[in-house]
Nanobody, 114 residues
Framework: QVQLVESGGGLVQPGGSLRLSCAAS????????MGWYRQAPGKQRELVAT???????NYADSVKGRFTIARDNAKNTVYLQINSLKPEDTAVYYC????????WGKGTLVTVSS
């Protein structure tokens, strides 16, 4: 079992930045591939970024060059640095461990608005 708690969301103006954090507990964090997903109002949940146990990363085309995923295995934490935010980035951002059938956090809301 893995428990995931996201933090760092909030209201930000277009062009701004946020850093989301996901703290994991309950199991060996380092054995899991981790990911960030998001769900905008009225839309399906979509993949934002993933990071493997070895540190390889993958991004959705819509966020490449603006979002950076990173993990700190010593702190059992995965991060999502979000830059150059756009209104269309508004969504609830979810942390995931172990892929689609793995573990999910409850999400943190990011609202991009002027």
């Amino acid at each position: 079992q893995v428990q995931l708690v996201e933090s760092g969301g909030g209201l930000v103006q277009p062009g701004g930045s946020l850093r989301l954090s996901c703290a994991a507990s309950g199991s060996t964090f380092s054995i899991y591939a981790m990911g960030w997903y998001r769900q905008a109002p009225g839309k399906q949940r979509e993949l934002v970024a993933t990071i493997t146990t070895g540190g390889s990363t993958n991004y959705a085309d819509s966020v490449k060059g603006r979002f950076t995923i990173a993990r700190d295995n010593a702190k059992n934490t995965v991060y999502l640095q979000i830059n150059s935010l756009k209104p269309e980035d508004t969504a609830v951002y979810y942390c995931n461990a172990g892929g689609g059938l793995g573990y999910w956090g409850k999400g943190t809301l990011v609202t991009v608005s002027s």
